[in-house]
T-cell receptor
Framework: AQSVTQLDSHVSVSEGTPVLLRCNYSSSYSPSLFWYVQHPNKGLQLLLKYTSAATLVKGINGFEAEFKKSETSFHLTKPSAHMSDAAEYFCVVSEEELTGGGNKLTFGTGTQLKVEL | NAGVTQTPKFRILKIGQSMTLQCTQDMNHNYMYWYRQDPGMGLKLIYYSVGAGITDKGEVPNGYNVSRSTTEDFPLRLELAAPSQTSVYFC??????????????FGPGTRLTVL
């Protein structure tokens, strides 16, 4: 069964400093992994996606994530935080298929990123 | 493309009332999904559809119904609203391309309060 754990419910950084949002997953085979961002009162936007190609995945807005199978981790990083990065971030694992097709997504509980001046 | 659109954005219902949450996508995606998001939790799948005329239950289907008469539309129906259905509802769509895991694209959400 697939599952995902986001290790921090809240992260606070200063503008211009690095961001690290941690995610560990559990799956039986080879999962696909996603990071989504949700700005206040908005829908979810895809940041980046890993699907068994390069282990270092680059996404939008300067974010990237590294798939580490030995550590079952998929941490999200950004070298320099911007005020506009303040949002909630969800790590998502997809390995299982739904009956009839489509992918079953399992969401983490989210990490709220606060960026201070 | 507008992507995935949802209406209404906000709604307050009384216990026992019914309503339909609308979802439309203009990307010609065959898969569509309904999720709910409760405070401090990730999204939970309510129902999904793999194509027009085909729907199936997700993790938390009780109290909801869906239909899929066209590729574009996937409405979610609440028949007898209960306070436990207070949540934010997201619709999503995706398309399978070869053997690659499809990416789900989400609408902006409907915030529903049942009093």
């Amino acid at each position: 069964a697939q599952s995902v754990t986001q290790l921090d419910s809240h992260v606070s950084v200063s503008e211009g400093t690095p961001v690290l949002l941690r995610c560990n997953y559990s799956s039986s085979y080879s999962p696909s992994l996603f990071w989504y961002v949700q700005h206040p009162n908005k829908g979810l936007q895809l940041l980046l996606k890993y699907t068994s190609a390069a282990t270092l995945v680059k996404g939008i807005n300067g974010f990237e994530a590294e798939f580490k199978k030995s550590e079952t981790s998929f941490h999200l990083t950004k070298p320099s935080a911007h005020m506009s990065d303040a949002a909630e971030y969800f790590c998502v694992v997809s390995e299982e298929e739904l009956t009839g097709g489509g992918n079953k997504l399992t969401f983490g509980t989210g990490t709220q990123l606060k960026v201070e001046l | 493309n507008a992507g995935v659109t949802q209406t209404p954005k906000f709604r307050i219902l009384k216990i026992g009332q019914s309503m339909t949450l609308q979802c439309t996508q203009d990307m010609n995606h065959n898969y569509m999904y309904w999720y709910r998001q409760d405070p401090g939790m990730g999204l939970k799948l309510i129902y999904y559809s793999v194509g027009a005329g085909i729907t199936d239950k997700g993790e938390v289907p009780n109290g909801y119904n869906v239909s899929r008469s066209t590729t574009e539309d996937f409405p979610l129906r609440l028949e007898l609203a209960a306070p436990s259905q207070t949540s934010v509802y997201f619709c999503a769509s995706s398309i399978r391309q070869g053997g690659i895991t499809d990416t789900q694209y989400f609408g902006p959400g409907t915030r529903l309060t049942v009093l």
